[in-house]
């Protein structure tokens, strides 16, 4: 038998429809702030998120799916949503200011555990042209609400890696300041010299860090924006902690940064939704200079919490004493879905009245119609409540 390659799963049933509840909880919730969606190719050139996520960053040198297509050209599946929306936003010629959401399947050649797979999906929402600190306070709170539209206890962490120029004063000075650091993991070890800010984002070498706060290399006006930005926050009742050695794993982030964890997960795999300000990409990609910002949820771990239920439509199950009623019954079945309902029935031939209702029970019906001599001489149809028994008749 041919099974699912390890990292992969087959998505169905209730652990389907919840995918599909926070989907369309979180388009309604982002229906309100205006977006315009957007599907982009699960495969693009490698160079696209090697130039954009970081060459040095662990998504790139471990976890990407790179191979050659039959052109012979170096192609990746997307690992994240980011660069392949701006990607679309420069090449398609969209007007700043925009906001593309997308939904889909994401790729990482990861060590799979619990909420984490090697595809994996993630809607998100990218606000490109916009800049400052109500920009910021935007993406954190179209975040925040779609979080607690779906009754999720949440809190979000922030943190600011300043501009340009602040983000390489503190690269250097960390690089320095590693260098003596012999507790290091390997990784680690490596991230100091080619991306020492990485050091910060490992959780097993940052605790035991004692780093200055990046807010020391920060200038006046991005401290500003920064305060302005959490004010905001505060004002719109969102529960916030500011985590200074919050980095972010991508490359492309400068400014402002924000995780939303969850209490109901492991430390370890309590982020449900990650974001943040990257004012360069889009020029790096080869657009003008545009200010951007945006974050990506993810839905394999939002729905190990999930405690309500996707809303699913009351089932209508049209059971025959006979096949010589399969037509009318047929009939019913389409009259009912006509009128909106959900309906179903059993089409081979032969089976009996009681191996219809066990399936009937077996998909969670809620009502049962049934046809028979009676029933159809007298055009007037018994449908049965199969959560309390109860029984009335109906026309048709």
């Not at 019913?332 to 009681?354: E, N, P, Q, V, Y």
């Amino acid at each position: 038998m041919i099974k699912t390659l390890r990292g992969f799963r087959d998505i169905y049933g209730e652990e389907w429809d919840k995918f599909w509840y926070i989907v369309e909880t979180f388009r309604g919730i982002l229906g309100r702030y205006n977006v315009r969606w957007i599907d982009t190719p699960i495969v693009e050139q490698a160079e696209l998120f090697i130039r954009s996520v970081g060459e040095f960053t662990d998504i790139v040198q471990k976890q990407m799916f790179i191979f050659k297509d039959r052109g012979g050209r170096n192609v990746a599946l997307r690992p994240e949503g980011t660069a392949g929306i701006v990607r679309a936003y420069i090449e398609n010629g969209f007007v700043p200011p925009v906001k593309l959401a997308y939904f889909g399947p994401m790729f990482r050649a990861e060590r799979p555990q619990k909420g984490r797979y090697r595809q994996f999906y993630q809607i998100g929402v990218e606000f490109i042209g916009y800049d400052g600190s109500h920009a910021d306070a935007e993406c954190i709170l179209s975040a925040y609400e779609c979080v607690r539209g779906l009754d999720v206890k949440a809190k979000v962490y922030i943190n600011t890696l300043g501009g340009d120029d602040a983000k390489r004063r503190f690269s250097s000075f960390l690089k320095d300041y590693l260098k003596e650091m012999d507790f290091l993991c390997e990784d680690c070890k490596v991230r100091r010299e080619k991306n020492p800010l990485r050091v910060l984002d490992c959780k097993i070498c940052s605790p035991k860090l004692e780093v200055p706060d990046i807010m020391e290399f920060v200038d006046e006006e991005e401290k500003r924006d920064f305060t302005k930005t959490l004010e905001l926050l505060q004002k719109f009742e969102v529960p916030i902690e500011r985590d200074p050695k919050l980095v972010r794993g991508l490359d492309y982030y400068t400014g402002m940064v924000f995780e939303i964890k969850s209490e109901e997960l492991e430390s370890a795999q309590n982020t449900i939704l990650s974001g943040g300000r990257y004012d360069d990409l889009v020029s790096e990609l080869g657009g003008k200079d545009t200010p951007a910002c945006g974050w990506a949820a993810g839905i394999d771990r939002i729905s190990l919490i999930l405690r309500k239920e996707s809303k699913k439509d009351e089932l209508y199950f049209i059971v025959r004493t006979s096949d010589e009623y399969m037509d009318i019954a047929f009939d019913i079945l389409h009259k009912l879905r006509k009128c909106g309902k959900t309906a179903d029935m059993i089409f081979d031939r032969g089976k009996s009245l009681r191996s219809q209702m066990k399936k009937a029970n077996k998909l969670g019906a809620k009502w049962v119609v049934f046809v028979g001599e009676e029933e159809v001489k007298s055009g007037r149809y018994k449908i049965r409540d199969m959560d309390t028994g109860e029984e009335s008749i109906f026309t048709i």
